[in-house]
């Protein structure tokens, strides 16, 4: 992935899965969504819901396809969901330091996202 490209490639469409190193059922069709942190711009990038998980896939590192449900890809403008705001939200304390690469957010802690990302916008 190009961080300088993946972006505009999102924003046209070009992007229809998402590959992973784990398979995350939980995500398989429940309208639960996948965000992805960017650590160049080290901020939260996409959000998507992810319409079916598939594979594994033998031949790749990343061998779990998590397909994207049409039309719910959703690429922030900068300014994106920074890390500073990410840190302000009780139990992302640790984000930076994480050493798992997901965290399974709460209702609420998404509502704290989002708000967060429209008073970055402000």
């Given at each position: 992935m190009d961080p300088d490209k993946y972006l505009d490639e999102m924003r046209?469409?070009?992007w229809k899965k998402w590959r992973t190193p784990r398979e995350y059922k939980r995500l398989d069709g429940t309208g639960r969504k996948l965000m992805?942190?960017?650590n160049t711009r080290m901020a939260i990038t996409i959000?998507?819901?992810i319409q079916k998980v598939t594979g594994p896939h033998k031949k790749n590192d990343y061998p779990w396809t998590n397909v994207f449900v049409r039309d719910k890809l959703l690429v922030f403008e900068?300014?994106?969901i920074p890390l500073s705001r990410i840190l302000e939200i009780p139990g992302f304390e640790n984000f930076a330091t994480a050493r798992?690469?997901?965290m399974i957010l709460t209702q609420e802690q998404y509502r704290q996202l989002k708000e967060n990302r429209s008073e970055a916008n402000a």
């Open positions: 046209a469409g070009d992805l942190y960017d959000e998507v819901e900068d300014p994106w798992s690469a997901f």
